[in-house]
């Protein structure tokens, strides 16, 4: 069974767009022209227009999925994607963008290689908190893509992260 | 080691069994094996639906059958299929049909209101065909055929592919020329659970036909057209109907369909099926 690396403890804020609903309504497949690619695509527009009035040029992306009681029920779900800002530092935020503060808390860290990244890792994150003496506070997780991911085209030479919030199991 | 098409199949088959009970996608995904998340994509991918649409549209469905075949309450009837009020009900039920429940009790159903059936393992298969091209919507001319007519039992497949191929060695019977492509034309009502089927050829306007030929004119306009394989025109159908023309906001203008031998004699897809649509 695949091990994840165990992170000291942090809070993320994260500034950027999101989508509420099934992505996949239109197209399911690991290209970009689903919901999740569309909100990406809308997200990297704003971006390359605003460089300035947002945060540079970051080299870092976070994509979060944000379940709730209704994914259970109906299969509609969150999608964050944005990039790591300082709240204290944020004197003006744009209109178009919101932020997210996750939580302090440790996260499991899973790495995924090539094919891996498109198969049914969410599974094999639960696989492993059953038995890891760990469980999961929070209804979320988040892929942290940064230059090891060489985008849709490149997915055989790519690594991806992929973080859950974690606590030891009382 | 079940193929990711089985496995959603699967997921089909309990969603179908808990028409009548409460089900979450969460419930069906665990049953799958899947994550929820892999299972919403990969469901989304199989069936081009959301997992949540297609038990709304079955639930909705299996209700239509109820209120047009019974006396019960439409109240009931929608809290028989898991609606927690007669207003979600009426919404979803508008939303799909177009029209709302009470206008469909028995002997007063419009003639466009059909239940959408379940999805087959062959549905499923042909959708992902690694050949599967999406239909398109084509302008066709009036066409004029000759040919023989016969009514299909369509409850029964196996008795209504012996009946298609009598139909058609009858028709050769009349053939003079052997090579000249037949064209099959559906007129199916899902009401009357019978289809009308009618095999002819293409013949100039205005000519007489004498029994047991009959002529048949079908009407110019757009239609949307897909191909497939010569065995997989129930489920290019059934793709035509329930997932096409919702996703690209057309309707059927007339309940027929035409079948025709395919120009690109190359491909493997030798069948052309097209069915008359309106824009809405």
């Known amino acids: 069974m695949m091990q994840p690396v165990v992170s000291e403890e942090k809070q993320i804020t994260l500034v950027g767009m999101n989508f509420y609903g099934d992505p996949f309504d239109a197209r399911a497949g690991w290209d970009d022209e689903n919901e999740i690619g569309h909100l990406w695509k809308r997200f990297m527009k704003f971006l390359s227009s605003h460089q300035r009035e947002t945060m540079g040029k970051p080299q870092i992306f976070y994509e979060v999925h944000i379940y709730t009681a209704e994914t259970r029920e109906i299969g509609k779900f969150e999608v964050f994607v944005g990039v790591e800002t300082d709240l204290a530092q944020l004197k003006t935020l744009p209109v178009e963008l919101c932020v997210k503060v996750l939580p302090e808390t440790r996260y499991a860290i899973f790495t995924f290689h090539g094919k891996e990244i498109t198969t049914d890792w969410e599974k094999t994150l639960q696989d492993w908190l059953v038995t890891s003496g760990y469980e999961s506070p929070y209804s979320y997780n988040f892929q942290y893509y940064d230059d090891r991911f060489k985008g849709l085209d490149g997915m055989d030479e790519s690594s991806l992260d992929v973080y859950v919030p974690i606590i030891k199991t009382a | ?280």
């Not at chain 2, 709302?100 to 003639?111: A, D, N, Q, T």
């Not at chain 2, 007129?187 to 289809?195: A, V």
Request: aromatic fraction near 12%.
């Open chain 2, 1 to 280: 080691m079940y193929t990711q098409i089985e496995i959603i199949y699967q997921a089909i088959e309990f969603m179908e069994s808990h028409l009548r009970s409460r089900v979450t996608i969460a419930q069906i995904a665990e049953q799958s094996g899947y994550s929820l998340f892999y299972f919403i994509r990969t469901f989304n991918k199989v069936v081009q639906q959301t997992p949540y649409d297609y038990l709304v549209t079955r639930r909705v469905s299996e209700a239509l059958k109820m209120i047009t075949e019974t006396d019960r309450r439409i109240t009931d009837i929608a809290l028989d299929f898991c609606f927690e009020t007669p207003e979600s009900f009426s919404r979803a039920f508008k939303r799909l049909f177009g029209v709302l429940p009470s206008l469909c009790r028995k002997g007063s159903m419009p003639e466009d209101v059909f239940p959408v059936p379940p999805r087959t393992l062959q549905d499923l298969q042909f959708i992902n065909r690694s050949d599967f091209a999406l239909p398109e919507l084509v302008e066709f001319e009036e066409m004029t055929l000759i040919g023989l007519s016969s009514i299909i039992d369509a409850q029964d497949h196996g008795k209504g592919v012996d009946q298609t191929e009598r139909l058609r060695m009858q028709l050769a019977g009349y053939l003079k020329e052997r090579k000249t492509k037949i064209v099959s034309v559906w007129s199916y009502n899902d009401h009357r659970k019978q289809d009308f089927l009618f095999k002819g050829i293409a013949t100039e306007k205005g000519i007489e036909a004498f029994p047991p030929l009959i002529i048949q004119r079908i009407p110019s306009g757009k239609y949307a057209r897909i191909f497939c394989r010569a065995n997989d025109q129930q489920a290019a159908l059934h793709y035509l109907l329930y997932t096409w023309l919702p996703q690209n906001s057309c309707k059927q203008k007339y309940r027929f369909m035409i079948e025709e031998e395919s120009e690109n004699t190359n491909s493997e897809m030798e069948r052309a099926i097209r069915i008359p649509v309106l824009m809405i």
